[in-house]
């Protein structure tokens, strides 16, 4: 909160008041009422009851110890303690109202920063996102290698990952869990093994890689066999570079567009998501 809201406002001062303490509600019943010296056009502007306007203010009344309004034959008018903390007040809510839009800023922006694997970003991601930008050119993208990075610390907007749903993050599922045994013509029956998509047991491995797309690469190379997500060799299978050795699988891990909610909820994120809805 603005620091001029406690300092400034005479009938404040000498009153030892938290800021968590304070009677925002009631001080912008108060500043309506005093702007429109009414009751019934502040409850109008505030969509409640008059009653309800005339609670607040002497609810505020009680707290400050104060009389803020004095009705008299012309109509209502304002004591000289209210008067004095007007003007301060009204320059706190202006400072509130700044301090909003800057906070709304980012879901205004052009930016993008987005994590996600380099293959699934290469055969998937990519193409819609230039896509996307031709009917938005002012957007721009970061991109990070890490989609595992923490979102505070890196200052992310959206991730991908390959995950069995989006746990307590909001997100959208881009392609159904599926995938597929492939291999280029004339690759050793030997299988590629990486996380989460291990053959069999008992499966003959020649190769040991860390990722999708170390796996990717391998297959291609002629390494072996190997399990990999279907959005990834689509291209891939389309082109005659690997070969299916079989019918696509039905898997729990899939890969998620995910964020964190109040990300989730910027324009920006929310404008994207549909896009990527639709495709």
Known sequence: MPHGL?????????????????????LRVFDAAARHLSFTRAADELAVTPAAVGQQIRALEDVLGVVLFRRTSRGLELTDEAGAGLDSLRAGFLHFEESVQAM???????????????????????????????EYPD??????????????????????RLVEGPGEMEGLQLEDGQRIAVSAKGAPESWISWPTHEPDDGTDIGLHVGNSGQALSSALAGLGRAWLPLPLVA???????????????????AYWLLAPRPQWRQKKVKALVDFLSAQ
Not at 106 to 130: D, H, K, M, T, V
Request: charge should be negative; include cysteine.
């Open 6 to 26: 406690l300092i400034h406002i005479g009938w404040l001062q000498d009153i030892p008041m938290k800021r968590t303490h304070l009677p925002l509600n009631a």
């Open 139 to 160: 957007i721009r993208f970061q991109l990070a290698a890490d989609e595992a990075a923490d979102f505070t610390e890196t200052n992310l907007d959206l991730v991908v």
């Open 235 to 253: 291209e891939a299978l389309a082109d005659g570079r690997l070969e299916a050795l079989g019918d696509p699988q039905q898997c729990r891990r």
């Open 104 to 134: 709304q800023a980012g879901q205004a922006s052009s930016n993008y920063a987005i994590a996600a694997p380099r293959e699934f970003y290469a055969q998937w991601l990519a193409p819609r996102l230039a896509r996307f930008r031709a």
